[in-house]
């Protein structure tokens, strides 16, 4: 394969011990690392070092209770936005991604968060929205019951709208803090957003100062119809999944349309899938890495993530070498999730049990375990073939998984030219190749 003029985007996706759902049993792996800070800096540190654009935290805000959790290390995790402030200070040039739901906070919070985090950082924040896909986080917030899918994606739009004109509170230089002249800020450059919405009623402004990047970058998750079109108005980045090159190649055609569509250049969108690795100096070393973890994997744990997988259904009546069930459209969860999963059982008759070990590394995204040249290949198809501008990297254990990954892959990559040997900018929007937004006309302060 020859190298490509234009360089791939990566992400390292940091989930508690891995994204294995067995990874935690391994004795390799530190069973308590997600609320370790020590380990979360020496994985920050590591995907530094490889020059990673940025590191990704997924986030939930209900405990996993459900039939099966008992089994699975993501039970307990520590709040994205408690965590990066300290990676921030142990790292220097990395983004720092975390995902906080649109449908179970405020976006006062939310944009003043970030904001606090761009600036501290020096531009390095990134925020996953989302909508929950969690049913469970209702009763958290005094909901009896989950918002529908329609409403959340209704919520999200107008929930993204306020927080970006709150970010678009203040100038780049509107706090001159002149010891001279006794002015603190230039009140002309103030922007009130004095927003009034179904969904939402905020004033404004913000109380931080319009950070590095403007706004901190956005990235989207989700692929259903409403996701996509989220996405096309909102993502800088968009995370997905994907199985096949076929299915990843629509997905990026249609994307890129959609922005298109919505007045955006597509180059100022990236479409990141993620990529289950398992790698190592052989094949066969890196296949009985993989057997190790697949003989881990306990029924109800694997029942338990492929249930929350398809929509928040309860499999436990159905057997295990059973057909999956035809189940209704989730309201709950992720459509674009149930569909992948419902089509691969289908198309290869896979059978519940089958269907859980099938995604027990990956939850149905990418999955390649070999070696560095094996991995980098499939890597490099899929950027040179329109499937993909970069990708979400989703190590099976950790912290083995993410060292294996950059001492190896990472390399590989390098010496075919598809990705960067240093950092050439400060910002997360520097490494992503994005433009610092405008700043949009909110109403001028009198």
Same mark, same amino acid.
């Given at each position: ?136 986080? /209702? ?81 989207? /998750? ?57 790698? /190592? ?63 691969? /059982? ?101």
């Amino acid at each position: 394969m020859s190298a490509s003029t234009r360089q791939m985007h990566l992400g390292a996706f940091l989930m508690e011990t891995g994204h294995h759902v067995a990874a935690w049993r391994h004795p390799s792996v530190q069973a308590d690392a997600g609320t370790s800070l020590r380990a979360n800096i020496a994985l920050a540190q590591a995907a530094e070092k490889a020059c990673f654009d940025a590191i990704f935290f997924a986030d939930n805000v209900a405990a996993n209770v459900a039939p099966g959790a008992t089994r699975v290390a993501r039970s307990d995790r520590l709040d994205p936005l408690t965590l990066l402030p300290a990676l921030a200070v142990a790292t220097d040039r990395i983004g720092l991604v975390a995902t906080v739901t649109t449908s179970y906070n405020e976006p006062y919070h939310v944009a003043r968060k970030f904001a606090s985090l761009d600036v501290l950082s020096g531009g390095r924040a990134g925020w996953n929205l989302v909508t929950s896909d969690n049913a469970a986080e /209702a009763q958290n917030f005094g909901r009896a019951e989950h918002i529908g899918h329609a409403e959340r994606y209704e919520r999200a739009h107008e929930f993204y709208q306020v927080v970006t004109g709150l970010w678009d509170s203040w100038d780049d230089e509107s706090f001159s803090r002149d010891k001279t002249t006794g002015v603190y800020y230039d009140a002309s450059t103030l922007s009130v957003l004095n927003h009034r919405g179904k969904h939402f009623s905020v004033a404004g402004p913000l109380n931080v100062p319009r950070s590095p990047q403007g706004w901190p970058v956005v990235i989207q /998750a989700g692929s259903s119809e409403a996701g996509r079109n989220l996405a096309a108005h909102t993502a800088d980045v968009v995370f997905t999944a994907h199985s096949n090159l076929a299915s990843a190649q629509a997905f990026y055609g249609d994307m890129k349309k959609r922005a298109i569509a919505a007045g955006r250049a597509p180059d100022q969108m990236k479409i990141m899938p993620g990529i289950s690795v398992i790698v /190592a100096e052989s094949e066969s070393e890196a296949q009985e890495r993989f057997l190790e973890l697949q003989s881990l994997v306990d029924p109800e744990a694997g029942v338990a993530m492929l249930a929350r997988m398809l929509g928040n259904f309860d499999l436990s009546a159905y057997p295990l070498d059973g057909p999956l069930p035809e189940l209704p459209l989730t309201d709950s969860g992720q459509r674009s999730r149930q569909a992948l999963l419902t089509a691969l /059982a289908g198309s290869e008759q896979l059978t519940i049990r089958d269907l859980y070990l099938r995604i027990a590394a990956g939850r149905g995204h990418h999955a390649v375990v070999g070696t560095a040249k094996r991995v980098a290949d499939a890597m490099q198809e899929w950027f040179e073939s329109d499937a993909a501008d970069g990708f979400n990297v989703m190590p099976a254990d950790l912290p083995d998984g993410l060292t294996r990954f950059c001492e190896l892959v990472v390399p590989e990559l390098q010496r075919r030219g598809l990705f960067r040997t240093r950092y050439t900018g400060t910002t997360l929007r520097d490494h992503l190749g994005l433009r610092k937004p405008a700043r949009s006309g909110a109403q001028r302060a009198a």
